[in-house]
């Protein structure tokens, strides 16, 4: 995933492979405290392997990060919702549930 997202950016050097492994790392992790199964987060698939590209893409590039971003998280929120990526056990508070948990 890497060298894809270097390429995407034009990047040729290995100055900045450290951080974007770590920022690989970081959607890996976000991706999985929202529920979805860890094995397909491992071995993404083309969908999974998107999210985690738009992630790193909205730390590293500026000019477009905010795009990035809200793909990011549009992406994540469709698959938190879909029963084939999410683990079986994972609970997710409905919006009044939440509203209750807040005291009102």
Do not use: C
């Not at 990035?68 to 549009?74: D, E, G, K, T, V």
């Not at 919702?81 to 609970?91: L, M, R």
């Amino acid at each position: 995933m890497l060298d894809e997202i270097k390429k995407i950016q034009g990047i040729n050097h290995n100055e900045f492979d450290y951080m974007i492994n770590t920022w690989i790392e970081a959607a890996k992790l976000d991706l999985k405290s929202v529920g979805i199964v860890d094995t397909l987060v491992d071995n993404p698939d083309s969908l999974l392997k998107s999210a985690i590209i738009m992630y790193v893409l909205s730390q590293l590039d500026v000019q477009n990060a905010q795009l990035y971003a809200n793909s990011y998280f549009l992406t994540k929120d469709a698959l938190r919702h879909t029963k084939e990526y999410i683990e079986a056990n994972a609970y997710f508070p409905t919006q009044n549930e939440e509203n209750d948990s807040d005291g009102v």
